[in-house]
């Protein structure tokens, strides 16, 4: 499993996410992971929520090759084979899914992401239907924590278009596109779950 990327948040992280997504996801149907990243999420969700067919996505080819591997170790019936996406197109190769789940993206992505994700989890979700982010947001213009301002300055070092981002600003851009919010929950180290329902 040399290709199997390992992230060492993951295992912090994936149990308080996984008390929310029960909470939020629907009792059966097609969850739309975007970014996914190292792939270790999708197994982890996948295996605790086998009533739910998962789906990863990723822009990056090295992260494709992770998931890709993960699932294969993991076996799992229901996470199906990671495909490639761009949250910022105008398209997506999925065009319906009954929940949109999306982790640690919006600030480790250009605003441009954001505002596609926004306009994409509208198009394939049914009325109702959830999204779901988590990471770290400022809020009223304001870093949460001094650890958040940190991570938003080692964001910025690593490219000028990352960044923390205020929580009001993704609200925003999400209820411009029919996604209302109905849920902000505080997490471990900072984060917040945030919901969304069409």
């Known amino acids: 499993m040399n290709e199997a990327l390992v992230s060492p948040s993951v295992a912090r992280n994936r149990d308080p996410i996984l008390t929310i997504l029960r909470q939020v996801l629907p009792r059966s149907g097609a969850v739309l992971e975007i970014a996914s990243g190292t792939g270790e999420h999708a197994v982890y969700f996948a295996a605790a929520l086998p009533h739910l067919e998962w789906q990863p996505t990723d822009y990056d080819e090295q992260a494709l090759i992770s998931i890709k591997a993960h699932r294969a170790a993991a076996?799992?019936?229901?996470?199906?084979t990671p495909v490639v996406l761009d949250a910022?197109?105008?398209?997506?190769?999925v065009?319906?899914?009954d929940a949109v789940v999306a982790i640690n993206m919006v600030h480790i992505s250009p605003w441009a992401a954001t505002q596609g994700l926004m306009a994409g989890a509208r198009r394939?979700?049914?009325?109702?239907?959830?999204?779901?982010?988590?990471?770290?947001?400022k809020e009223n213009g304001a870093h949460t924590a001094p650890s958040n301002e940190a991570f938003d300055q080692?964001?910025?070092?690593?490219?000028?278009e990352w960044g923390v981002r205020d929580l009001e600003a993704v609200s925003k851009l999400a209820a411009d596109e029919g996604l209302q919010l109905v849920g902000r929950i505080p997490?471990?180290?900072?984060?917040?779950?945030v919901i969304f329902r069409r």
């Open 124 to 137: 394939v979700l049914p009325p109702g239907g959830a999204f779901y982010l988590y990471g770290a947001y």
């Open 187 to 193: 997490m471990p180290a900072n984060n917040l779950s």
């Open 154 to 160: 080692d964001l910025k070092r690593r490219n000028p």
């Open 95 to 97: 065009k319906q899914a």
């Open 88 to 93: 910022s197109a105008s398209e997506w190769p």
């Open 75 to 80: 076996g799992l019936p229901n996470l199906l």
